[in-house]
T-cell receptor, first 115, second 111 residues
Framework: GAVVSQHPSRVICKSGTSVKIECRSL??????MFWYRQFPKQSLMLMAT?????????EQGVEKDKFLINHASLTLSTLTVTSAHPEDSSFYIC???????????FGPGTRLLVL | DAKTTQPNSMESNEEEPVHLPCNHS???????IHWYRQLPSQGPEYVIH???SNVNNRMASLAIAEDRKSSTLILHRATLRDAAVYYC????????????FGKGTKLTVNP
């Protein structure tokens, strides 16, 4: 099956710093990538939809200036959490959809802890 | 709004079949039914999807009711590695194809 990777798998940072998370589709090209956030014991919440070469579309309530998304190529999307605060601590998961559409394939997730 | 309804939890014994139900009574004719599962501390994993006919793959079977208002994911022989949260999601194929996750069903497999 299709493989999606994320880097880093976990990160600890100080409050006020920025953190960049990478999402790569390893064996297919992804026109669309999605970013989710998951708090403990809760379900995944979609944050934004990222299309290659265009601006991301953010879900209601998600601050686009705080969560910067770049989808520069068909195999890479990045999420930057700017000026992170403890309440941003969460499990961030990306998914990618291939050019042919259909199924989304998920990365393993990145656990962010902001101190 | 996930637009699907699933039991919060289910329990099974190892090597026994498991039937995970999902209600999607407001489904439209162009909505596909997708199932994903999430193991602890991992990203979701695609399991299976279908539109009208029953579907089989190496992981599971998907039985879709004739009126499409409900479906059942079938794990033929549960293993300990099948313990996960299972999500039933309806997707309008051809639209934005955003996945809206509900709370899913937490499956516990007893040895």
């Amino acid at each position: 099956g299709a493989v999606v990777s994320q880097h880093p798998s976990r990160v600890i940072c100080k409050s006020g710093t920025s953190v960049k998370i990478e999402c790569r589709s390893l064996d297919f090209q992804a026109t669309t990538m999605f970013w989710y956030r998951q708090f403990p014991k809760q379900s995944l919440m979609l944050m934004a939809t990222s299309n290659e070469g265009s601006k991301a579309t953010y879900e209601q309530g998600v601050e686009k200036d705080k969560f910067l998304i770049n989808h520069a190529s068909l195999t890479l999307s990045t999420l930057t959490v700017t000026s992170a605060h403890p309440e941003d601590s969460s499990f961030y998961i990306c998914s990618a959809r291939s050019l042919s559409g259909g199924t989304q394939y998920f990365g393993p997730g990145t656990r962010l802890l902001v101190l | 709004d996930a637009k699907t309804t699933q039991p919060n939890s289910m329990e099974s014994n190892e090597e026994e079949p498991v039937h995970l139900p999902c209600n999607h009574s407001t489904i439209s004719g162009t909505d596909y039914i997708h199932w994903y599962r999430q193991l602890p501390s991992q990203g979701p994993e695609y399991v299976i999807h279908g539109l009208t006919s029953n579907v089989n793959n190496r992981m599971a079977s998907l039985a879709i009711a004739e009126d499409r208002k409900s479906s059942t994911l079938i794990l033929h022989r549960a293993t300990l590695r099948d313990a996960a949260v299972y999500y039933c999601i309806r997707i309008f194929q051809g639209g934005s194809e955003k996945l809206v996750f509900g709370k899913g069903t937490k499956l516990t497999v007893n040895p």
